[in-house]
C-alpha cells in the first residue's frame, strides 16, 4: 500500500514516466498549476505549496529509491514541481515572468552549474533528489536580481 503513495507522489501520478523529458513536462505542469495558486491563493501560497511538495518529495522520492534501489531515478519529479513553483513563488504573476522563470529554472536544473553540481552528486536520498532542484530555483533569482539591477 505505501508503494502506491510514495511512488504515486515521487512521479506525481505516473507523470514521471512519461518520455522524452519527464523533468520538463512536470515543470511545465509547475507553471500551469502556479499560476493560480499564485494569483488566486492568499499571499506566499505558492511559497508554501513549494515547501510542502519539498518536505513531502524528500519522504517519498527517499522511500522510492530505496524500493526500486536506484538514485536519483528520471521518474521522480516531485522535484521538478518543487523546484518550479520555487522559482516562480516570488516573482510577479506575469506570463513573460513566468515564462523566463521556467526556462531559466529547466537551464539551471539540466545544466547543474556549481554548486547545484556539488549537491547532485554529494547529497543522498530523497533530500538529495529534492536540494539541487531548490538550488535550481534560487538561481532563478539570482539571474534575475542581476538583470532587474542592470
Not at 514521471?16 to 506566499?44: D, M, R
Not at 522520492?61 to 520555487?86: C, F, H, M, N
Not at 522563470?101 to 554529494?122: E, S, T
Request: hydrophobic share 50%; glycine share 10%.
Amino acid at each position: 500500500m505505501f508503494l502506491n503513495i510514495y511512488k504515486s507522489i515521487s512521479t506525481l501520478g505516473g507523470l514521471g514516466y512519461q518520455t522524452p523529458a519527464p523533468g520538463t513536462i512536470a515543470s511545465l505542469i509547475g507553471v500551469g498549476t502556479a499560476w493560480p495558486l499564485h494569483v488566486y491563493g492568499p499571499p506566499y501560497s505558492l511559497a508554501a505549496a513549494a515547501f510542502v511538495a519539498f518536505c513531502i518529495g524528500c519522504w517519498a522520492a527517499d522511500k522510492y529509491q530505496k524500493s526500486t534501489r536506484r538514485s536519483d531515478a528520471p521518474e521522480i519529479v516531485i522535484d521538478e514541481l518543487s523546484g518550479q513553483w520555487l522559482s516562480l513563488a516570488f516573482l510577479p504573476p506575469d506570463l513573460i515572468y513566468f515564462g523566463v522563470g521556467f526556462l531559466l529554472f529547466r537551464f539551471y536544473d539540466i545544466a547543474k552549474p556549481w554548486p547545484i553540481n556539488l549537491v547532485d552528486k554529494g547529497v543522498k536520498g530523497g533530500f538529495g533528489v529534492m536540494a539541487d532542484d531548490i538550488l535550481a530555483a534560487l538561481y532563478v533569482y539570482l539571474t534575475f536580481g542581476i538583470f532587474l539591477i542592470w
